[in-house]
Each structure stands twice: as structure tokens, then as C-alpha cells.
């Protein structure tokens, strides 16, 4: 199985800062990599896809780059509703997922 | 819009059976796959595996093989997870996704999750 090592496991950060986000694959998974945005009691939120694509809906100031086993989410200028867990996940064959990453005022 | 609402929460005994529902709505329930995911407190989330949505073909992880049954009812557009012989550990909230996208895939949307207890 892959495994996704996910870092840091948790960020705090500012109002308008930039932040990025880092997952490791065990194993070259390509472009396979999703990221989402989970905030409490609600559902999982698609942000980007196959590393790069920004999912409709979402703010441009999020954005993935990656391939490989390397990836990474950036988010620039943060906003107040910003404020969540993000994880990444790989669809190369079964899913499985990095371990979040809780960013915080 | 696409919408998948699962049902509520549970509490159940040790060694007991806990099935939870994913109704969707807002497309073609046929055209997609679910899958199911688990995330216990302070664990990742756990991918358990998916149901075709078009036909009865499965695909469970190996860790829960043997003790979950993923089916679905293409008239209700409803998919359903039923997971057995609980212990302290299957305490998670469990959440149903839609595949999408193909190859490579995604989930997308999420249901809101249910909140599984298994407790004396």
C-alpha cells in the first residue's frame, strides 16, 4: 500500500500570510494526488485535483504543484475562513491518506 | 446540485452489526462509484472501499474484508455500508464519497459523515 506522509501536522498562521503544505508518497504515484479542506462537523471539501487542477468553485489563492511522490498545497493571503484541516489523498490504485494538517489563527 | 446525506448517529454494543445509508440526489446514481471512508478520533481517514453504481461490483480494503458489505439500491439512488462484529475500534465517523473524474479519480462531493459509537 502507499503510504502519504503529510507535514507539518499542524500551522498557525495570520490573517493575508502565505502557507504551504507538503505530502510524500512512499512510491511515484504521478499526478494522483487530490487535496481537500475539512472543517468541523461538515463534509470534506474537494480543493484540487490531479495536483494542479483547482476544483470549480474553489479561490484561485488556493494551489497545488507536484508530481511523483513530492506534491504540495499553497495558499496565499489567507482568510479567516481558511481556518481548517487539509489532507491530501492518492488515487494511484486503492486511496489512502496523508494524516492532515490543522492550520490555525 | 449533487448532494449525498447519509444517516444518523449510532450506538451500538460490542459484537453487534452497524449498517449506515447515503442517499444522493442531483445525478445519474449509476454513473459513479462510492466509496467509503472512516476516520476514527485521532486517526487519518481510512479508505474501506467502493460499490459500483451501476452494477453490484465491489472492492474492499484488505483490512476490513470479510467484515463490511457495501450494496446499493439504484432505485432509492441510495448506496449503503454495513459493517460487522464491531469492537471499541470501529468507533469512527464514517463518511460515503462519490468517485469521480475517471482516471485519475476523486471524491467528490463528501456526505456530512455518521458518527458510529461502539460502546458496553
Known amino acids: 500500500d502507499i503510504q502519504m506522509t503529510q507535514s507539518p501536522s499542524s500551522l498557525s498562521a495570520s490573517l493575508g500570510d502565505r502557507v504551504t503544505i507538503t505530502c510524500r508518497a512512499s512510491q511515484s504515484i504521478g499526478t494522483s494526488l487530490n487535496w481537500y479542506q475539512h472543517k468541523p462537523g461538515e463534509a470534506p471539501k474537494l480543493l484540487i485535483y490531479?495536483?494542479?487542477t483547482l476544483q470549480k468553485g474553489v479561490p484561485s489563492r488556493f494551489s497545488g504543484s507536484g508530481s511523483g511522490t513530492t506534491f504540495t498545497l499553497t495558499i496565499t493571503s489567507l482568510q479567516a475562513e481558511d481556518f481548517a484541516t487539509y489532507f491530501c489523498q492518492q488515487c494511484d490504485g486503492n486511496p489512502s491518506f496523508g494524516q492532515g494538517t490543522k492550520l490555525e489563527i | 446540485q449533487v448532494q449525498l446525506v447519509q444517516s444518523g448517529a449510532e450506538v451500538k454494543k460490542p459484537g453487534a452489526s452497524v449498517k449506515v445509508s447515503c442517499k444522493t440526489s442531483g445525478y445519474s446514481f449509476t454513473g459513479h462509484a462510492m466509496h467509503w471512508v472512516r476516520q476514527a478520533p485521532g486517526q487519518r481517514l481510512e479508505w474501506m472501499g467502493w460499490v459500483n453504481g451501476a452494477n453490484e461490483n465491489t472492492k474492499y480494503s484488505e483490512k476490513f474484508q470479510g467484515r463490511v458489505t457495501l450494496t446499493r439500491d439504484t432505485v432509492a439512488d441510495t448506496a449503503y455500508m454495513e459493517l460487522r462484529s464491531l469492537t471499541s475500534e470501529d468507533t469512527a465517523v464514517y463518511y460515503c464519497a462519490r468517485d469521480d473524474g475517471g482516471v485519475p479519480y476523486w471524491f467528490d462531493p463528501w456526505g456530512q459523515g455518521t458518527l458510529v459509537t461502539v460502546s458496553p
Open positions: 490531479a495536483a494542479s
